[in-house]
T-cell receptor, first 116, second 113 residues
Framework: AQKITQTQPGMFVQEKEAVTLDCTYDTSDPSYGLFWYKQPSSGEMIFLIYQGSYDQQNATEGRYSLNFQKARKSANLVISASQLGDSAMYFCAMRRLGVGNEKLTFGTGTRLTIIP | KAGVTQTPRYLIKTRGQQVTLSCSPISGHRSVSWYQQTPGQGLQFLFEYFSETQRNKGNFPGRFSGRQFSNSRSEMNVSTLELGDSALYLC????????????FGPGTRLTVT
């Protein structure tokens, strides 16, 4: 079974500062993928970044980067130079890789609020 | 390239009724997954369809069902609605062709009264 833990229910960050959202996971699968999604108040889940368990480099997408520490089973999301539009819920998720393994397991999320 | 679309966006139903929600995946994506999101239970996997076949199923009662058509569009149906079925229903599509990214639609917010 897979499990995602997000220990920060809410965070307040000053605009333009960097922010790190924590995510730890547990799985016995040798090959897995880790995802971060942003959910604004409108409800849509917006894909931010993906990291494969065998990827040697940490994933980056614009202002988003994933700090992947496999031995610690952590996959923290780092947002550089935060903006007011970054205020939203953020979910960490994972799934087993391979054909037919599309099911995502989600954490409970972190509500990020950017303060002007 | 158009994203994942879901219809309707909002729905109000009465206990005991049934409801059908629709999801159109990104063009070329053949896998469609459905999730239920509630404040109490968070995001829970309902089922996944690929090439018109249910490939994975979550732990939900038989009142929740789905299907997929030859054009990859998917529908989910909930019969005999209960108050606890009030939730945001999200669908996600993926290509299953090398990339592992999954993209979500805007969701359908169902309220059962």
């Amino acid at each position: 079974a897979q499990k995602i833990t997000q220990t920060q229910p809410g965070m307040f960050v000053q605009e333009k500062e960097a922010v790190t959202l924590d995510c730890t996971y547990d799985t016995s699968d040798p090959s897995y993928g880790l995802f971060w999604y942003k959910q604004p108040s409108s409800g849509e889940m917006i894909f931010l970044i993906y990291q494969g368990s065998y990827d040697q480099q940490n994933a980056t997408e614009g202002r988003y980067s994933l700090n992947f520490q496999k031995a610690r089973k952590s996959a923290n999301l780092v947002i550089s130079a935060s903006q007011l539009g970054d205020s939203a819920m953020y979910f960490c998720a994972m799934r087993r890789l391979g054909v037919g393994n599309e099911k995502l397991t989600f954490g409970t999320g972190t509500r990020l609020t950017i303060i002007p | 390239k158009a994203g994942v679309t879901q219809t309707p966006r909002y729905l109000i139903k009465t206990r005991g009724q049934q409801v059908t929600l629709s999801c159109s995946p990104i063009s070329g994506h053949r896998s469609v997954s459905w999730y239920q999101q509630t404040p109490g239970q968070g995001l829970q996997f309902l089922f996944e369809y690929f090439s018109e076949t249910q490939r994975n199923k979550g732990n939900f009662p038989g009142r929740f069902s789905g299907r997929q058509f030859s054009n990859s569009r998917s529908e989910m149906n909930v019969s005999t609605l209960e108050l606890g079925d009030s939730a945001l229903y999200l669908c996600a599509s993926s290509s299953t062709g090398g990339t592992n990214e999954q993209y979500f639609g805007p969701g359908t917010r169902l309220t059962v009264t």
